[in-house]
């Protein structure tokens, strides 16, 4: 009975040991070369790198990283002194050990117990070598590209190396299908568009062929990439990817956006942690755009994602605060009709909005004191007294209550557009217009439709030259 007890207890242990290597993480490391120093577990967030895990080398180089619980799955970086680094890949198993010499760390890596990180080694020396070929042939195109034989030998060249290296891609992927690294190379390999047919006859065929690689390369732009594989939050191809696309594929108007938006996240909702990635990244990506338009993205995540609930990550104040910020874009957004204003005016007379009649009405939030206003107010007089005959008006609002000032100012500055005042902000001109700094300028249509809003005093004249000739 004692032995049959001793053997349970034996097989009890080996059985703790077994679960615990499995819901731990234990590397070991050893840096020929180096010793007693400080080392470093980091891992992508985005495209921002963080510290998980320090170990220090003994007199003989060795430490080791463990830790209770499994870390995260993704692209992993030790980071050695001197700014030195290299990336591995944590997976499943996170038991393994790894050396280098320091003096060679990339050209010495060698893993223990991890057949993928080795595969991952191989795989980044030989695609480092294809960039490289890649690279030097294009140098070697841009020095030459005055002499049309070598220009085509070499563009040849180029697309001989471009094959070999999205088949190499391919390969890898195919290989390690099961894995993290085929779920990371595959997402590098390039889509492939065709080449459309376009019928004879056809008006504008070079167009038509454009606008039919743009819909294909936009709705196939994330075929390789797996929306909800949570591994790829910590690398940085997803947010590579993720400002590739919103920033260089997708139009930038708010409605060609906001499309893709509701697409993106139709694919990833059903991870969470995808999800608050993706949506976190779609709202700081939007909220600090300087792209005119781009308020009516962030108002539309804003409502559709955090203020209906989706967003469990944020607080109620955080919610609260950016229910305030909505709701000062939502009566200002491009393509609204803006909002009449009625107030008194520099001649004593109340003016209205919607009574101008011209082509182009320049809405302008200003003050006379404003060091900004005192350069930009000048430029946008001398504009309007060429302009104001040919089809625009400037409707000019002061923000403060200082009427001395005002009138001296218009005196002394000669500006006769239509100057209006209200003091008291009972036409609520600051909660309509956002108007928390000046100056400020709105561009509005005959209809008053919102067309351009917050640009540069300076930007005005090319804006409404371009808008008469492309847009009218």
């Known amino acids: 009975m004692k032995k049959f007890i001793t053997a349970i207890s034996s097989l009890l242990l080996v059985i703790s040991a077994f679960s615990q290597s499995k819901n731990n993480y234990s590397i070991s490391l050893s840096v020929s070369g180096l010793r007693d120093s400080s080392i470093f577990l980091a891992y992508h967030f985005g495209d921002k790198q963080y510290i998980t895990d320090t170990t220090i080398l003994d007199a003989r180089g060795n430490g080791v990283f463990s830790g209770k619980e499994k870390l995260s799955q993704g692209i992993y970086m030790i980071v050695l002194p001197g700014k030195k680094y290299f990336e591995l890949l944590i997976s499943d198993d996170q038991n393994f050990s790894v050396s280098c010499s320091y003096n060679d760390y990339f050209n010495t890596l060698k893993f223990t117990g991890s057949d993928e990180n080795t595969a991952f080694v191989a795989y980044q020396k030989k695609w480092g070598s294809l960039q490289q070929r890649s690279s ?20 040849e060249k180029q697309r ?22 085929g779920i990371l190379v595959k997402s590098l390999i390039p889509i492939d568009i065709p080449e ?29 990439i797996d929306l909800k594989d949570e591994r790829l939050i910590r690398t940085p191809i997803l947010q590579a990817r993720l400002d590739a696309f919103f920033s260089n594929v997708v139009i930038q108007s708010a409605d060609s956006i906001n499309r893709e938006i509701d ?10 942690k995808m999800f608050q990635f993706i949506s976190v990244y779609l709202f700081n990506h939007f909220r600090e755009s300087e792209i005119m338009g781009h308020d009516a993205v962030l108002v539309k995540i804003a409502d ?17 605060d950016l229910q305030r910020q909505v709701e000062l874009l939502r009566h200002n957004l491009i393509g609204m009709k803006a909002e009449n204003l009625v107030m008194d005016s520099y001649k004593g007379i109340f003016v209205a909005l919607y009574d101008i009649e011209k082509e182009f009405t320049i809405l302008y939030f200003w003050e006379p004191n404003c060091g900004f206003c005192k350069e930009y107010t000048p430029k946008l007089r001398d504009y309007y007294l060429k302009a104001r005959n040919e089809g625009v008006e400037v409707f000019a609002v002061c923000t403060i209550s200082d009427k001395a000032a005002w009138t001296k100012y218009i005196d002394e500055n000669n500006l006769s557009w239509i100057n209006g005042w209200d003091p008291d902000r009972s036409s609520h001109f600051d909660y309509y217009y956002n108007v928390q700094t000046t100056p400020m300028v709105y561009i509005l249509d005959r209809n008053k439709k919102i067309i351009a809003k917050k640009i540069s005093v300076d930007d005005v004249p090319s804006f409404i030259e371009t808008y008469r000739k492309y847009y009218r």
């Not at 697409?263 to 969470?272: D, L």
């Not at 559709?304 to 609260?320: E, H, M, R």
């Open 136 to 155: 030097s042939n294009l140098k070697r195109l841009q020095s030459n590209k005055e002499n049309q034989d070598s220009v085509r030998i070499l563009n």
């Open 263 to 272: 697409k993106i996240i139709k694919k990833c909702e059903s991870n969470p």
């Open 196 to 224: 459309f047919k376009i019928e004879a006859g056809t008006h504008n065929p070079d167009s038509v062929r454009w606008v039919k690689r743009y819909n294909y390369n936009k709705d196939h732009f994330f075929d390789n």
């Open 160 to 181: 001989i190396l471009e094959a070999e290296m999205k088949s190499y891609l391919r390969t890898i992927s195919d290989e390690n299908k099961n894995n993290l690294l």
């Open 304 to 320: 559709d994602i955090y203020l209906s609930g989706k967003a469990d990550w944020v607080t109620s104040d955080f919610k609260k």
